[in-house]
Structure formats: structure tokens, C-alpha cells
């Protein structure tokens, strides 16, 4: 595979500046972490079940910050981008490493036959167009604030938006084998818990200690 991360149409810190040079270098990681991965079907489980926890901590703790003039937008969008997320994943535990039991992810898990299993994929594939969504907005909104507020934001969101999107190019549109194999063919892995959680934290860290994942 060489699909690198989706790109988001937003306004970031001036190219060739100090903080571009650092918010290149995080993203080249994370991309880095896609093309080697490596994909397969039982890889959706996985890949949901490592990354969707962590997503839920990014976007919890990025949409809880107070910023003047931007905390009522960003607190509601992010209340409309969890709820997506909790239906997927449910409500892990910080350092969880597995989905709620009764969320879609859960039930997938535990799913025997084909045609449940596959309408489970077609519920996960619905939340998380949702969650991308929503997501996709907040970094609109993020991407309007001065550069000092929110480059630590837009960069950490656009983590969360590109393994959302990720996990997404793995559900298959069937059961189809051919179309199994094809549609893995083009899937992008999401990045492992660890190393995404290391981006994020180091994109955010310096500039708002209290939204990193521990």
C-alpha cells in the first residue's frame, strides 16, 4: 500500500515557518505508520478497537478546552462528534485497548454470522461518516481562530479526522471475497495507539498540557 494520510483543507501555520516545519514532521510520522502497517480484514477489528479509544480521548480533550470567544462552538461540536464516536466504541476507560461491549464495535466482535456481521459494518460505516463529519467541522471552525490558539487544535483534530478515515477505507461495501480483497487493496491502516497517541500529545503538549493523553 502507499496511500498516505487524507488530506484536510484548512489554514495551518505559515509554510517554512518553525512551528510548519514541526507539524510536517508529526504528520510524516503518522503517514510513515500507515504505508507499513500493513492491511487485512481482521484488521478492521483491530485497528478500531486500539485507535477508537484514543480518538475519543483526542477529540474529548481538545473540544474541553476553554479558548475566549470559541469554547460554546467547539465544546458543541465536539459533544456532536463524541456522541458518533460512542456509538462506535461506547465509553472506554482512558488506556483502554477495546470497545464497550454493546457498542456497534462489541457487537461485531462477538457477531457469528455473515449477514449480522455485515449489517454491524454497514452501522459502523454510517457513525463513522458521522464522526468524520462533525470532526470536519470543528476544524473548520478551528482553523478561522489566530494561529497562536489554534495550530495545536487544527493539527490534533486533523489526526483524529485521518484515523477516522482510515478505519473507514477498511469496511468493505460486501462479503464479497473479490470485493473483500479489493477494497483492502486500497485501505489505509491507521496508525498504531502508541504512535498516534505520541503525534497527538506532541502536537498539543507545549501549547495545551491539559489535553494530553496520558
Known sequence: MTHALPLWTIRGPRAGSLKWFSLASMILLVSMSLVLAGCSFASFVAAAEADLPVVIQMVSNLTSLAIPGFTLPLQ???????????????????????????????????????????????????????????????????????????????????????????????????????VLGATLKKATMPPPADKLKLAFNTAVGGQYAAAVIH
Open 76 to 178: 458543541a461540536g465536539g459533544a456532536l462528534a463524541l456522541a458518533s464516536l460512542q456509538i462506535l466504541c461506547g465509553t472506554p476507560a482512558p488506556g483502554a485497548k477495546q470497545c464497550d461491549p454493546t457498542s456497534l464495535v462489541g457487537q461485531y466482535q462477538t457477531a457469528t454470522d455473515t449477514a449480522t456481521r455485515m449489517s454491524l459494518l454497514q452501522k459502523c460505516q454510517a457513525a463513522l461518516l458521522t464522526a468524520n463529519g462533525h470532526i470536519s467541522s470543528i476544524l473548520q471552525l478551528a482553523s478561522g481562530l489566530p494561529p497562536a490558539d489554534g495550530a495545536a487544535i487544527v493539527t490534533g483534530l486533523g489526526l483524529a479526522l485521518s484515523t477516522v478515515t482510515a478505519i473507514l477505507s477498511m469496511i468493505p461495501p460486501s462479503a464479497n471475497p473479490t
